[in-house]
């Protein structure tokens, strides 16, 4: 059936003819003459009408078409297609075509404006009902800001929303989607911001709906979907990575004072007893003791059990977390030790069924009392060696269903830990969407999910670990978001890079665990913890390169009626990096005219210059900035505090001008002993501070320029009111700033770094050109350029500007990059993008050790599994490329490969095959000058990939010799 509308055709409405249970809801949809389509369920739970482009309403032609879809296997209802023309402002004719069926809305549209930028908006109200956006691309990743969604979990969701959120933000692969703030009447601005191709035409955009029902009957099983709405993820200290299984009684004993005085007052909530502090599991071959006797702490770690230590947890003022293995009661010390043919059927002889009233009376034994002790959060270290064991013993035991047992065991110990207990999937590598093991049917009796393993303590660890913040698992309708496991802020990190590694996690929102010795951390990292305990829930991410990988993450507050954000900059790659804000983003663009504060650096930037507000912030490598942004306003207002990398998200409470009395109060939420400090911005240089008080608490205040601090210092944790009196007069001209003392030098790579001074500017940013073009804006005295070639020759310019977004004069640097006589390509900027596996190690073999050949230990080098691909950019390097190959000593005198290099994809050297125990071979080739691309290809030879550990030795690039080859002829 066709329905076609004539003009002036009143009012008309069709919904789907099919019948519908009652308890389910379906998207029906309808159109009119005057107002245009509106999507809506049964009941009008949900409803989205008054369609927009650009905001302006649109005229709706009277050739509107509708009809009936078909139900199909993914829709299992009858839908409306409606297929209309609408004027927008300009009066452009657009051809639009929407679609309505069962849980999704689709939209496709012909004679937009090409090679521009579309914004559709829609009235958006809900009662109830779960309603995420998305492109219809596929994603492996979803906002950290929402922790429910029901549905396919294939589906790329961009946007979720639910009533219990007030907002959520993202970028998609097509361009923007948002849902704003509710209104008065309870309905909220959808909107989706997408370039529209040099066609005019566009097909993907959609929004979906699930409820309960329509999400069972789509195939989902019955009974496992359940929201997951904590309001913030757990925060803690973690004895694995630091202590390992040599966790004792002695060690916790001088942990959990420094924990819960430096630490717990700042959010710290949980101590978790990592797996480890078991009895060593039976020995191979033996037959498993029916008691698992593995759940028992041994004398030599607890002396007094492990409940006396949860006890002692307790006592401290803190939440116990406890690691263990449910599913066996015994586990090989290693697991190598048995072939992987073998593990499982050894593994399957000590499973245990948690239907089994035997297995049952062990949890009540050895579990309820370590929750009656007051644990409360079980890590379950469930190996993927378990499952196997499951599948392995259902196939020889016909009693044993492998997902069944194995979600009976999760149900038993959730039984005895306590309905209220968390439970933690702990294995990493055990939460794929896709994986049809018994871990597939038992995913949403967890709370939460390790993604990946731990992160090392340096520069690799702090990637890895953003590369897992970025990650996402859904499963039966859950969201488990990907922790950084234990973040680390000793070992070989620097300042700034402990800094970077910590505010990534707070930022994002994902479980934050501390791996490191408490008690023996230096006073400046455990300043570093405090400012990013506990972690802010509501936040969104932006991923301008890769989604693995987040190199800017938001935090959107709220202040009243107004939005502000924090954004973080991580420099996750070796070299340094320029980030760049979303232009297509509606809330930072409303922020473009903004007052802006870095937090680690205490620096007010104030306004940028308006021709280079979207300049991208330069951030060294590993390092970050974390920006707090304000919009501009004509009366005084706090821009950031120092309690939090949030910058207020945490603790300011109530903010208040008072315009008649010229006061600016507000409540702040302070940690006791903690110096307290709030940042307030004056609209112009002619306003004064008058003087500043709290309630009951010391108080200091001071001005600088635009910014006014208030330092506030309580005895103890509570609210602290505060005010601070200013006055208005007339605005003296800014000082002129200029640069002093400008120097640069060349590093491999190349990398210029320049730095300057500029002692009369204590605000303000400065911004860098490279022959004539903009390249960043900078928050320090310092820059480093890694988008230049050697051999070459460029002018930088080094302009200050004020707080108040002045420009001052620049100063102009000359900058000559040579060859240098050696440049190892462990200086390179390399790509993996051919490679099978991402895994390079720098200066270590591929277990993370020291490169070493026929016992000896080498320095310099790359350590990589075969087969290996890794391109170079020469960036301008010519000459002769040196360097030995051999298989690491690791691989005791097996394993074989051999490597072939090419420069511009032209083979230019080959080694013969090279073996375990062999002497290093030496590889020369010649690179000609303007060569654009070396590349190192690493190849198995004759027995395959095992063992095949390649060391790549002392790798260098030498300038050429007088009548060398690689000389242009003249």
């Given at each position: ?9 009143a ?16 998207l029906?949809a309808?159109f009119?003459?005057t ?6 369920t ?7 009408d008054?369609?927009?482009f ?12 509708v ?5 199909t ?15 927008d ?30 914004a559709l ?6 009662d ?10 596929a ?42 703030r ?7 601005r ?7 191709g ?18 069972n ?11 997951v709405t904590?309001?913030?993820a757990?925060s ?43 009895n060593?599991p ?17 004398p ?29 009661s015994?586990e090989?010390?290693t697991?190598g ?12 002889a ?13 949890l ?16 379950l ?6 499952y ?7 196939k ?17 110990f ?29 995913l ?8 990946r393993?731990p992160a090392?303590p ?8 953003a ?7 859904r ?27 910590a505010?990534l ?8 665990f501390i ?6 951390l ?8 405090r ?19 987040p ?45 802006k504060y ?18 991208p ?5 590993g390092?970050c900035a ?19 990398v ?8 109530a903010?208040?001008w ?9 409540e ?13 911005v004056l ?16 108080c ?12 506030i ?7 602290v ?9 007339k ?6 700033l ?21 002692a009369?500017?204590?605000?303000g940013?400065?911004?860098?050109k ?16 890694a988008?230049?070639?050697y ?31 050696s ?8 790509s993996?993008?051919r ?5 390079v ?63 511009d ?19 020369r080739?010649?690179i ?27 790798p260098?690039i030498?300038?050429?010799?007088p ?8």
């Amino acid at each position: 059936m066709i329905l076609t509308f004539p003009a002036l055709a009143a009012l008309m409405a069709l919904q789907t003819a099919a019948s519908q249970p009652q308890d389910r809801e379906h998207l029906q949809a309808r159109f009119s003459i005057t107002t245009g389509p509106a999507v809506y369920t049964s009941g009008d739970r949900v409803v989205l009408d008054d369609f927009r482009f650009g905001g302006a309403e649109l005229r709706w032609m009277p050739d509107a078409v509708v009809e009936p879809m078909p139900a199909t296997g993914g829709r299992f209802v009858e839908g409306v297609r409606i297929a209309a023309t609408a004027l927008d402002a300009t009066g452009r004719a657009v051809r639009i075509t929407l679609a309505a069926q069962a849980d999704l809305l689709t939209f496709e549209f012909a004679g937009l404006a090409p090679s521009s930028t579309l914004a559709l908006g829609a009235r958006l109200r809900a009662d109830g009902s779960s309603v995420r956006m998305r492109s219809g691309l596929a994603m492996s990743y979803e906002p950290a800001i929402l922790h429910v969604a029901y549905g396919d979990p294939d589906a790329g969701s961009n946007v979720l929303y639910t009533p219990a959120f007030d907002r959520a933000i993202l970028a998609l692969p097509l361009g923007l989607g948002s849902i704003g703030r509710a209104q008065a009447d309870g309905s909220r601005r959808v909107e989706w911001r997408v370039p529209t191709g040099p066609t005019g035409d566009l097909a993907g955009l959609s929004l979906e709906l699930r409820s309960h029902a329509s999400a069972n009957e789509s195939g989902m099983p019955k009974g496992s979907i359940r929201q997951v709405t904590r309001s913030a993820a757990a925060s803690g200290w973690r004895t694995g990575p630091i202590y390992g299984d040599q966790i004792t009684d002695i060690a916790l004993a001088k942990e959990l004072p420094a924990i819960a005085k430096k630490l717990a007052p700042f959010g710290l909530e949980y101590v978790q007893i990592d797996g480890g502090w078991q009895n060593p599991p039976p020995a191979m071959g033996s037959k498993p003791a029916s008691a698992p006797r593995h759940w028992e702490a041994p004398p030599s770690a607890f002396a007094s059990g492990l409940a006396s230590q949860i006890r002692a947890i307790r006592e401290h003022g803190l939440k116990a977390a406890v690691g263990l293995v449910p599913q066996t009661s015994g586990e090989p010390a290693t697991a190598g030790a048995l072939g992987e043919a073998d593990l499982p059927a050894y593994l399957g002889a000590v499973l245990w069924n948690g239907a089994s009233p035997e297995f049952a009376a062990q949890l009540e034994r050895y579990v309820k009392p370590l929750a009656a002790a007051g644990a409360d959060r079980f890590v379950l270290e469930c190996q993927p060696a378990i499952y196997g064991a499951y599948e392995n013993a259902a196939k020889q035991r016909s009693d044993l269903s492998a997902k069944e047992s194995f979600v009976a065991s999760l149900d038993a110990f959730r039984k005895a830990a306590g309905a209220a207990a968390t439970l933690v999937c702990g294995w990493y590598g055990a939460a794929e969407p896709q994986n049809p093991r018994p871990v597939g049917a038992g995913l949403d009796r967890f709370d939460s999910l390790r993604l990946r393993k731990p992160a090392d303590p340096n520069r690799t660890g702090f990637a890895d670990a953003a590369e897992t913040i970025g990650l996402v698992c859904r499963w039966n309708g859950l969201s488990f978001h990907g922790d950084p496991e234990a973040i680390r802020v000793g070992g070989k990190l620097t300042l700034d890079q402990a800094r970077a590694w910590a505010s990534l996690a707070s930022l994002s929102g994902v479980e934050l665990f501390i791996g490191d010795r408490v008690a023996d951390l230096p006073e400046e990292r455990i300043e570093i913890l405090r400012r990013v305990l506990p972690t802010i829930p509501a936040r969104t991410f932006y991923c301008p390169q890769e989604m693995t990988a987040p190199r800017v993450v938001k935090l959107w507050k709220d202040h009243g009626a107004e939005t502000s954000l924090v954004a973080g900059y991580f420099g996750i790659d070796e070299a340094p990096t320029t980030i760049q804000q979303d232009p297509l983003d509606p809330v930072y663009g409303s922020l473009l005219d903004a007052e802006k504060y870095e937090f680690w650096s205490g620096r007010f930037i104030g306004r940028a210059p308006a021709h280079s507000f979207d300049a991208p912030l330069a951030v060294p490598p590993g390092a970050c900035a974390v920006v707090a942004y304000r919009e501009a306003r004509e009366t005084p207002f706090v821009i950031s505090t120092s309690r939090h990398v949030s910058q207020g998200a945490a603790d300011l409470k109530a903010e208040r001008w008072d315009g008649a009395a010229s006061v600016l109060s507000g409540e702040s939420a302070v940690v006791g002993g903690d110096p307290y400090e709030i940042r307030v911005v004056l609209p112009h240089r002619g306003w004064r501070l008058i003087n500043a008080a709290a309630s009951d608490v010391k108080c200091e205040s001071s001005q600088e320029g635009r910014l006014v601090r208030i330092g506030i210092r309580s005895e103890r944790t509570r609210s602290v009111f505060w005010r601070v009196k200013l006055e208005e007069g007339k605005a003296d001209a800014a000082a002129p700033l200029t640069i002093e003392e400008p120097q640069f030098d060349v590093k491999p790579g190349p990398v210029v770094r320049l730095r300057w001074k500029c002692a009369r500017s204590p605000a303000g940013s400065f911004l860098m050109k490279r022959d004539g073009q903009l390249l960043a804006s900078c928050v320090g005295t310092e820059f480093y350029d890694a988008g230049i070639m050697y051999n070459s020759s460029y002018e930088y310019e080094i302009a200050p500007v004020d707080d108040e977004g002045h420009e001052h004069s620049p100063v102009k640097i000359q900058v000559k990059t040579h060859q240098p006589q050696s440049v190892s390509l462990t200086t390179l900027p390399y790509s993996t993008k051919r490679m099978h596996s991402t895994a390079v190690r720098i200066h270590e073999n591929f277990l993370q050790k020291p490169l070493t050949a026929q016992g000896k230990v080498i320095a310099s080098g790359f350590g990589l599994l075969s087969p290996a691909f890794l391109d170079f950019s020469l960036r301008g390097l010519h000459g002769v490329f040196r360097a030995d190959a051999a298989i690491d000593d690791i691989a005791e005198k097996r394993g074989s490969a051999q490597i072939r290099i090419e420069v511009d994809d032209r083979v230019v050297a080959r080694t013969p095959v090279f073996r375990g125990g062999d002497p290093p071979v030496p590889i020369r080739a010649r690179i000609p000058q303007g060569a654009k691309l070396l590349s190192v290809i690493v190849e198995s030879a004759e027995d395959g990939q095992d063992y095949d550990f390649v060391d790549l030795l002392n790798p260098e690039i030498r300038p050429p010799r007088p009548g060398d080859a690689s000389q242009p002829k003249k």
